[in-house]
């Protein structure tokens, strides 16, 4: 059992009430490895960017608390994964993308091949004009058609 808690204020931000019963207002959640390992060594951050709490396992966490750090970690990453290509309007950049992900079919302009990054030996992070960045999570997945698009690029 933690001895901390969370709860919402007026405006709907997160507030920690730590052991001793202090209230820090406006607390950030951080994940150390968001891609890598999204369960795992979590931080609570105050307002001013100093660690309050340590999480190692969001599992290990009672149901009501790990509701909260999952709810407002969700507003504020968003990396949709790519599932498919659909099409690349040219195989020079820039190059507008049509994708399907995990939320939905998208277009995204592509400026350079160096907006695309290994982050594993299958696992690529691709950034659009806008910064928004798009996770493929398992290259060898994808449909031949998506890794022949993608060939070009790499």
């Given at each position: 059992m933690s001895d901390w808690k969370l709860e919402r204020n007026a405006l709907g931000r997160l507030v920690m009430i730590?052991?001793?019963?202090?209230r820090h207002e406006n607390v950030v959640p951080a994940r150390a490895f968001p891609i890598a390992a999204p369960e795992e060594n979590v931080s609570l951050l105050s307002q001013d960017g100093h660690e309050l709490v340590w999480i190692e396992r969001l599992a290990d966490l009672p149901a009501e608390l790990r509701g909260e750090?999952?709810?407002?970690?969700?507003?504020?990453?968003?990396v949709p994964e790519i599932r498919a290509l659909k099409r690349v309007s040219t195989f020079a950049t820039p190059s507008t993308w049509t994708v399907e992900t995990d939320r939905g079919e998208t277009s995204f302009i592509l400026r350079g091949e160096e907006d695309?990054?290994?982050?594993?030996?299958n696992m690529?992070?691709?950034a659009d004009s806008h910064g928004i960045e798009?996770?493929?999570?398992?290259?060898p997945s994808l449909d031949r058609h998506s890794r022949k698009l993608l060939d070009r690029f790499l």
């Open positions: 730590d052991a001793q019963g202090e750090i999952e709810t407002e970690l969700a507003a504020r990453e968003f695309i990054r290994r982050l594993a030996e690529l992070l691709i798009f996770l493929i999570r398992d290259l």
